[in-house]
DNA sequence: GTATGATTCAAACAACTGTTTGAAACATAC
DNA sequence: GTATGTTTCAAACAGTTGTTTGAATCATAC
């Protein structure tokens, strides 16, 4: 009973707009209206406007690492100390994501976009909570794909992670910008075909030659590996 | 002097301002605080924050795409009637972004993070004018790829010309969000580096195997297929 | 000099923001 | 029944938002 009704109403319908329209432009007033419920019940659930994202965020991304982890887990004791393949790895990861933001009742495909969105630009406060829910299954999954690539430096490989999560940002985000460019091209595929481009996209830019870097700029030290 | 010397100091303002905070957060008197001007400026000069920012997007992403489409012209001209190689085609189109990116100085680095966020979340009145900006671009871009790529249908080099877009997109926004990600994992890389990285990624992912989509559902207008 | 038009400025505007308040309504225990 | 604690509600709060105003300043022409 911890979970009044009206909370849950709250979260889904600010999920919802959040998405819609960014959490500045998206007011109590509007929240509360689209929940049906008086405006000062968020203040009174979850204390703040602020805390009402986080809580937000806590919900969905929280289980939706577990879930990776858990997956990776399975996987890894499966194989035995073999490598796995880079398309497993990826799947994992990427699989529990898209198959999130492909639930369109649950909600779920409103959160992942947000989520994207958020990533990319994260507004201060959620910044801090991002990293500590992301650390852990980042540093997994990096190490996960190291033993599957031996021939490819880590370092390049966090590189490659990061434009493959640019890429999938964009593609849930996706049909609504693809219509900006390019103007009727596409029906809107279900899920499962984009699941399909997508991880074909990213297996051959994961596995891609190894870019040839402009000579190691004789940068001083940044403190790099310090000793 | 049509560009008197408060016009230029409040788009400068401006943009930095967007970038750091986005388009809701950033109030008018941060920005003519920031550009020494009085407040009114903004509307004596531009009518309202609205119109600043279609300016600001207008000065920068005209040119951009116009840089584009002449580099593009040019090679066409130089290869005669022969194909390009993807290389090439990816080299232009994200080459000059990343160059623009790259531009510290001048406000370039600004204004590609801002757009690379916002063309993931339009705002209702920029939509419009984006989708206007690049229609001719895409479309252009798409040709040439689909000569390039014989084997790959027009369509999947849609969706993976839309994933780069993503990738480019993390890329530059890039160092911050990686850093929610990788505690230090990198010293900044200059521009050249992260070019070299990106580039090769993509044509990875540009080249890879076609994915095997499921049973494609009866293509025709928005009815679904009933599984 | 004066006249004309563009630009700047401080001040005010109405509308909206997140948050707080204190009383009302509700539930559950005794 | 009363008492107790939780949840809802309408109203108000103080602060900020983009925009407007009308006078002051500036530049340039006559």
């Known amino acids: 009973m911890a979970d009044s009704d009206t909370r849950q109403r709250i979260l889904d ?8 329209y960014g959490f500045e432009a998206t007011t109590l ?7 049906e419920v008086n405006l000062a019940a968020v203040n009174y659930h979850f204390g703040s406007k602020e805390e ?10 929280t289980w939706l690492n577990q879930q ?11 194989a035995g100390d073999k490598p796995l393949k880079p398309s497993q790895i990826l799947e994992v990861f ?15 495909r409103a959160f992942m976009r947000l989520l994207g969105r958020t990533y990319a630009k994260p507004s ?3 910044r801090g909570f991002l990293a500590e ?4 299954v980042v540093a997994r999954f990096k190490a996960a794909l190291i033993k599957a690539l031996p021939g490819v430096p880590g370092e390049e490989i966090l590189w490659r992670f990061h434009f493959m999560l640019g890429a999938m940002s964009y593609a849930i985000s996706g049909t609504d910008a693809l219509h900006i460019v390019a103007e009727d091209a596409l029906d809107d595929d ?6 399909a481009r997508l991880m074909s996209f990213m297996l051959g830019g994961l596995r891609a030659p190894l870019p040839a870097l402009p000579a190691k700029s004789a940068k001083s030290p940044r403190i790099r590996k310090a000793a």
Request: aromatic share 10%; hydrophobic share 50%.
């Open 13 to 20: 319908a600010a999920e919802l707009l959040f998405t819609q």
């Open 29 to 35: 007033r509007r929240i509360t209206g689209a929940a």
């Open 52 to 61: 009402l994202i986080r809580e937000l965020f806590r919900r969905r991304l």
């Open 68 to 78: 990776r982890l858990q997956e990776l887990d399975r996987l890894e004791a499966e």
């Open 94 to 108: 990427f699989g529990v994501a898209l198959r999130m933001a492909a639930d369109t009742k649950g909600g779920g």
């Open 124 to 126: 201060d406060f959620v």
């Open 133 to 136: 829910e992301y650390a852990a």
């Open 190 to 195: 279900d899920a499962e075909a984009l699941y």
